[in-house]
């Protein structure tokens, strides 16, 4: 077993260290079973951070808590939709800036582990595959398939020069790149695949990087994810039998460093699900079993950031994440400083020795209080400033992709053929509504249909009257065979038995309508009956940061008291999905870079179902501790099928 000695590496760092210009070097030593740098024995312990979750201003300090722990790297994955929304259209600027949180954690003194894809799965929506690639409709992602491949190789033909300086042979920091994402999971076992990407990342980033593979801890995963040309690593969390997932890596790279690329330091939730706990304790205690190994290992997460706006993803049978991705993990989704923070840190000082200095505290958040909202208008009546690109005509419905809209929400309008004054089914009978949808006749909320959940309703009203159904993509599937997911209306809807026809759809484009305050007070004056279901309808307010406390705008958490389910913005930035009626999450993280003190701070929400507003008190509460789990049960407890990936089979 090789033992890691810090202190030699430190020495020779300052006897031999760059002034000489020695050659960075970073490579798989097989016959010490270790990583060499600098042609020194060296070994990772790393953090995941996704820069897409977090808020750039908070990059620095999150990046620093990360090292005060004792982490020398970190491991970041790349989702290809958040950098290409639009085919052909990148965007590396702002929020999205790579380069800049390459620079700022190799300043800091963190290596970086790069899981650039194309597939990242990470719970992020469509496992951070473009949703463009569903033009394509029988596209085989994550294969050979032609057309899939040609765009991976584009995309990588961008990507991958941006990240070549930043390797740690060219004076960058970083030291390994994954391919692909825990492909012995997925159905297509393509070892041409895997080969094919093999040559383009070894065609754009050089012989020299050291390219590895991740799969789950057994060797059932590892068949169909490992291929001889890439170092192939497993995932398993506290639940696991370390010496166990070890052998299965084992059985495939006989010789080499060990690495666990994914060590779960919590677990991802699920809207109506418990929110997913893991003890400090039983983290601690896994970590020191697979630091004692002189193993690497990459605590997944360290720090699990913000779904914000509608960048969750969502497992199979259809269940989405939540906006928050606090993940339990050692940094809270605010980045404060946890029990398990201390708990990681205590056994990482065992084996090397932690940088000497104050820790970044937790950042100081403020409860602004509460906000009166008031009713603005409702969806179908704003339509024209909310569907910049104006209504589609088609005799049956169209996805989403099919009117070149991939997130967000579409409104699909026809009209009743017949009268229906008794109840009368609406169907959606191959089960083809994805993922939600709201139905009003003439202005009245029928009802809601959802996927795999309420595929029929019934409704009333005239023939001639006008019928929306306001269809949302609550995240595309991120794991399994289920990621080509089509959205809005995939399928036909009946009326009783009849195929419903002549639709009239628009995409909506709410986000810029928000951000250009172009939502107007409701016309009618007289007072809604409180009902248990309305119209989806926007509401709007704003507040002013207080005068005269030093250090505001801090951070906040905001909350809906009896609000339904809907979407967020303040100041047009989109805070995510809001759904207090299921649960777990209560709260959203509201971040101090977008609030302003120089005017009032304006909020839109839009309420789906059913607001507050005319039974009860119309506000929105600034609150400084989040809630993330009001459906968790308290003699609920983690299983060791919580940690393996057949969980979200
Ligand atoms: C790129 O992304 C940033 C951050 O989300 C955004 O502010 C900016 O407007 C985007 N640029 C373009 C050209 O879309
Ligand atoms: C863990 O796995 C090893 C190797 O497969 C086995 O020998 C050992 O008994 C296992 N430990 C437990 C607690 O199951
Ligand atoms: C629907 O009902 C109205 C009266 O309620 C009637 O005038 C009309 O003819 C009916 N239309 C159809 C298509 O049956
Ligand atoms: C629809 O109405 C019919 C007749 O009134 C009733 O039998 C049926 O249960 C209703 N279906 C639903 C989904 O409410
Ligand atoms: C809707 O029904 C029509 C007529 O039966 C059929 O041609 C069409 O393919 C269907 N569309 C979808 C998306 O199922
Ligand atoms: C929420 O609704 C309940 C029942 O309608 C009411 O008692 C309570 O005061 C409301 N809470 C808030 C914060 O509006
Ligand atoms: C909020 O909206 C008002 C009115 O449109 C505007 O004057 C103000 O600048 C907005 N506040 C912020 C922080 O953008």
Request: with cysteine.
């Given at each position: 077993m090789y033992l890691f000695k810090e202190g030699n590496i430190l020495l020779l760092l300052l006897l031999f260290g760059a002034s000489t210009g020695a050659p960075r070097t970073f490579s798989v030593d097989y016959k010490n079973d270790c990583f060499q740098k600098d042609g020194e024995p060296f070994r990772y312990i790393s953090g995941s951070i996704h820069y897409s979750r977090i808020p750039r201003v908070y990059w620095k300090d999150r990046l620093l808590k990360m090292y005060m722990a004792g982490l020398n790297a970190i491991q970041t994955y790349i989702p290809w939709n958040y950098h290409e929304e639009t085919l052909g259209q990148y965007n590396f600027s702002g929020e999205?800036?790579?380069?800049?949180?390459?620079?700022?954690?190799?300043?800091?003194?963190?290596?970086?582990?790069?899981?650039?894809?194309?597939?990242?799965?990470?719970?992020?929506?469509?496992?951070?595959?473009?949703?463009?690639?569903?033009?394509?409709?029988?596209?085989?992602l994550r294969s050979s398939d032609k057309d899939y491949l040609s765009a991976?190789?584009?995309?990588?033909?961008?990507?991958?020069?941006?990240?070549?300086?930043?390797?740690?042979?060219?004076?960058?920091?970083?030291?390994?790149?994954?391919?692909?994402?825990?492909?012995?999971?997925?159905?297509?076992?393509?070892?041409?695949?895997?080969?094919?990407?093999?040559?383009?990342?070894?065609?754009?980033?050089?012989d020299e990087v050291v390219l590895f593979t991740t799969d789950g801890g057994s060797v059932g995963y590892l068949k169909c994810g490992a291929i001889q040309e890439l170092y192939a690593t497993v995932d398993f969390g506290p639940g696991a039998n370390v010496t166990a997932a070890f052998e299965a890596q084992r059985h495939v790279e006989p010789r080499g460093p060990l690495v666990n690329s994914e060590f779960y330091t919590g677990w991802l939730d699920h809207w109506g699900s418990h929110h997913s706990v893991v003890s400090a304790d039983a983290v601690a205690k896994s970590l020191n079993e697979i630091l004692l190994k002189g193993a690497n290992v990459n605590l997944y997460m360290f720090i699990g950031g913000t779904n914000f706006g509608y960048w969750n993803g969502a497992n199979e049978p259809y269940a989405a994440q939540p906006?928050?991705?606090?993940?339990?993990?050692?940094?809270?989704?605010?980045?404060?400083?946890?029990?398990?923070?201390?708990?990681?840190?205590?056994?990482?000082?065992?084996?090397?020795?932690?940088?000497?200095?104050?820790?970044?505290?937790?950042?100081?958040?403020?409860?602004?209080?509460?906000?009166?909202?008031?009713?603005?208008?409702?969806?179908?009546?704003?339509?024209?400033?909310?569907?910049?690109?104006?209504?589609?005509?088609?005799?049956?419905?169209?996805?989403?992709?099919?009117?070149?809209?991939?997130?967000?929400?579409?409104?699909?309008?026809?009209?009743?053929?017949?009268?229906?004054?008794?109840?009368?089914?609406?169907?959606?009978?191959l089960n083809g509504v994805h993922d939600r949808a709201y139905v009003s006749v003439d202005g009245v909320a029928q009802g809601i249909l959802e996927r795999y959940k309420t595929i029929s309703i019934n409704i009333t009203g005239n023939a001639g009257s006008q019928v929306d159904i306001l269809v949302e993509n609550m995240g595309r599937i991120n794991y399994g065979r289920g990621i080509n997911d089509f959205k809005g209306l995939v399928s036909n809807i009946t009326l009783g038995a009849d195929v419903l026809t002549g639709w009239t759809m628009y995409s909506l484009s709410i986000d810029q309508a928000?951000?250009?305050?172009?939502?107007?007070?409701?016309?009618?004056?007289?007072?809604?009956?409180?009902?248990?279901?309305?119209?989806?309808?926007?509401?709007?307010?704003?507040?002013?940061i207080p005068d005269g406390i030093p250090d505001l705008p801090q951070d906040t958490y905001i909350k809906l008291p009896n609000w339904?389910?809907?979407?967020?913005?303040?100041?047009?930035?989109?805070?995510?999905?809001?759904?207090?009626?299921?649960?777990?999450?209560?709260?959203?993280?509201?971040?101090?870079?977008?609030?302003?003190?120089?005017?009032?701070?304006?909020?839109?929400?839009?309420?789906?179902?059913?607001?507050?507003?005319?039974?009860?008190?119309?506000?929105?509460?600034?609150t400084d501790t989040p809630i993330l789990d009001t459906r968790r049960s308290y003699n609920y407890k983690p299983i060791r099928r919580l940690f393996s990936k057949e969980d979200l089979l």
């Open positions: 999205r800036d790579l380069q800049y949180f390459l620079q700022l954690a190799q300043d800091i003194g963190l290596l970086v582990i790069l899981r650039p894809g194309p597939y990242i799965c990470a719970e992020w929506e469509m496992g951070g595959l473009p949703a463009w690639l569903l033009n394509n409709k029988n596209i085989v991976v190789d584009i995309w990588m033909g961008k990507l991958l020069p941006m990240i070549k300086p930043f390797l740690y042979q060219n004076g960058g920091p970083i030291i390994t790149v994954q391919v692909e994402n825990e492909y012995g999971s997925y159905f297509a076992c393509d070892y041409n695949y895997l080969r094919h990407l093999t040559q383009l990342f070894r065609s754009h980033l050089g906006t928050s991705y606090d993940y339990d993990a050692p940094l809270t989704e605010a980045g404060d400083l946890t029990k398990k923070y201390f708990a990681i840190q205590n056994v990482i000082k065992m084996y090397h020795k932690i940088p000497e200095g104050p820790i970044p505290p937790t950042t100081p958040k403020f409860a602004y209080g509460t906000v009166f909202l008031q009713k603005l208008e409702t969806v179908s009546s704003a339509l024209e400033k909310l569907s910049y690109s104006g209504p589609v005509k088609s005799m049956f419905p169209l996805n989403f992709i099919e009117l070149n809209q991939a997130l967000g929400y579409v409104l699909y309008r026809t009209t009743l053929p017949v009268n229906c004054s008794k109840p009368t089914p609406l169907s959606s009978p928000v951000s250009q305050g172009l939502l107007g007070r409701s016309l009618s004056t007289n007072p809604a009956l409180p009902a248990k279901l309305s119209l989806p309808t926007f509401y709007g307010g704003s507040f002013v339904t389910k809907g979407q967020i913005w303040i100041n047009g930035f989109n805070l995510g999905r809001f759904w207090p009626a299921c649960g777990p999450q209560v709260t959203l993280f509201v971040p101090s870079n977008i609030l302003s003190t120089a005017a009032p701070n304006n909020i839109t929400v839009l309420e789906l179902e059913a607001a507050p507003c005319s039974g009860g008190p119309c506000t929105v509460e600034f």
